[in-house]
């Protein structure tokens, strides 16, 4: 056989022999649709171009609402409490994203030469398209996975108490807003007719004075009594629309929308007996307890996963492989930490101090919770009892006032002793009126903190007549 026929033979088998690597290529295509064939699309959402509050109250009726009403429109309108119910469906998203398996990982790596040794049309030294392939498993991943799901939907339990308790203190200041309007109503009812009045006698003792009928000192004492009561009717008629904006506003509705209110007898004083059982349901009726205990589950879970963590991190794989002078191999392959400095004790002790100063909080609060419940009931007792006796004490000043009106209009009552009995009698109606909202404050806190449910109710027996 002749020199050039055995080249021929040897440039023959090299290209016999050189392929490509297809079927590594088309496991990564393969790889690579399977991955995308769930992803998600794309869409925006714009924000609005102006706000959103409502033109006018529910339903078509124009009727006064209670405050149950009241109460239910906030929980269903407040823009602050739709902002929290978008972010609990974040908390949703983490806990439905923390229970998916962890992925594997794969690898691949392709090389091809483009040197040759001698010239390039040398069939001694044929080439072949080096490639790797590797797959791979975190079995640390693994380990924790439960635990890291069970702390998610923990979270999630924490984040649903949460928006529950914001929705108790919206309900809580809408029926605040409630009672400062009713009751600033109230003190303008009181004050205005009474301004009015005054208005009237003012000037009647103006043109006396100049006639020559009155004193200076009664004339003086009109125009005293006129610029007081203004003044207070003047705040009270402040207090009222301010607090009708700011029911508008918690309320979702626009500035113009009117909103009428039924009117507003005293609260009920709950019972000692019903008040111990509520202070001992406590902890399942509250919804800040609830969020704290199940942020504390959520720590527990974090306090597991510190602990499984401080095991060196075991990563074990398969790997195919082919390169430049044909030779196949299959293999495995293991990594893993080294515990020789970080065990993983530093991370074990920042969520062991996290989980104890959780439960130090929780406590403190169930604690602070159970002495305000009684703190609460304490003042409503004794608010009540001021009340009974404003009751009484009210429609006797207003006789007398009336009756020392008309001796002092035919001269026969001093100037300065009229003006004590009428600056009296408007201290005493607006004393009322104060411990009337300071009663309905503690009682709405006392509703908030126990959980039930705040109703206009009967005291002792009788409504509160207004003044």
Excluded: K
Excluded at 117 to 131: F, Q
Excluded at 197 to 208: D, G, K, N
Excluded at 312 to 324: E, L, T
Excluded at 345 to 358: D, F, K, S, V
């Amino acid at each position: 056989m002749s020199h050039t026929t055995v080249l021929r033979s040897i440039s023959s088998g090299a290209n016999a022999r050189r392929r490509p690597a297809r079927p590594p290529l088309l496991a990564a295509l393969l790889a690579t649709v399977l991955a995308a064939g769930g992803c998600a699309v794309y869409h925006p959402l714009p924000l609005p171009h102006g706000p959103e509050l409502a033109a006018r109250l529910p339903g078509s009726a124009r009727r006064p609402l209670d405050l149950t009403e009241v109460a239910t429109l906030a929980v269903l309108n407040n823009p602050d409490l739709n902002a929290a119910r978008a972010r609990l469906g974040v908390a949703r998203a983490q806990a439905f994203a923390a229970g998916i398996l962890p992925n594997p990982q794969f690898n691949f790596s392709s090389d091809r030469p483009i040197d040759r040794v001698n010239a390039p049309a040398d069939p001694r030294y044929p080439e072949y398209h080096a490639y790797g392939i590797g797959l791979s498993v975190d079995l640390r991943a693994l380990l924790t996975q439960h635990s890291r799901h069970a702390a998610a939907r923990a979270s999630l339990r924490q984040a649903r108490q949460q928006l529950l308790w914001q929705e108790w203190q919206t309900v809580a200041e809408a029926r605040l807003l409630y009672v400062a309007q009713a009751l600033a109503d109230q003190r303008r009812a009181l004050l205005s007719p009474a301004a009015a009045a005054f208005t009237r006698a003012a000037a009647r003792s103006h043109r006396a004075l100049a006639q020559g009928n009155v004193s200076r000192d009664q004339a003086d004492a009109d125009q005293a009594i006129l610029i007081s009561v203004r003044a207070q009717a003047a705040a009270a008629a402040r207090d009222a629309d301010q607090s009708a904006r700011a029911l508008r506003a918690l309320l979702g509705l626009a500035p113009e929308v009117p909103v009428p209110l039924a009117p507003l007898p005293a609260p009920p004083i709950p019972r000692r007996a019903a008040l111990t059982a509520l202070a001992r349901a406590l902890p399942e009726r509250r919804p800040d307890l609830a969020a704290l205990r199940a942020g504390y589950a959520s720590q527990e879970e974090q306090v597991r996963i510190a602990v499984l963590s401080q095991f060196p991190n075991v990563v074990i794989g398969v790997n195919r492989a082919r390169d430049f002078s044909d030779v196949h191999s299959l293999g495995d392959a293991v990594s893993f930490d080294l515990p020789l400095f970080d065990r993983g004790q530093g991370e074990i002790a920042i969520q062991r101090a996290t989980r104890a100063q959780l439960r130090a909080e929780y406590l403190a609060r169930l604690d602070q919770a159970t002495a305000e419940v009684w703190q609460l009931w304490s003042d409503m007792r004794r608010l009540h009892a001021q009340l009974a006796d404003l009751d009484r004490r009210v429609p006797r000043l207003a006789r007398t006032v009336s009756a020392a009106r008309r001796a002092y209009r035919a001269g026969n009552y001093p100037a300065a002793g009229y003006l004590g009995l009428v600056g009296a009698y408007l201290g005493a109606a607006g004393n009322r009126i104060d411990v009337l909202q300071s009663l309905w404050s503690d009682s709405i806190a006392l509703a908030t903190l126990t959980g039930t449910q705040v109703e206009p109710a009967v005291v002792a027996g009788h409504e509160a007549n207004p003044t």
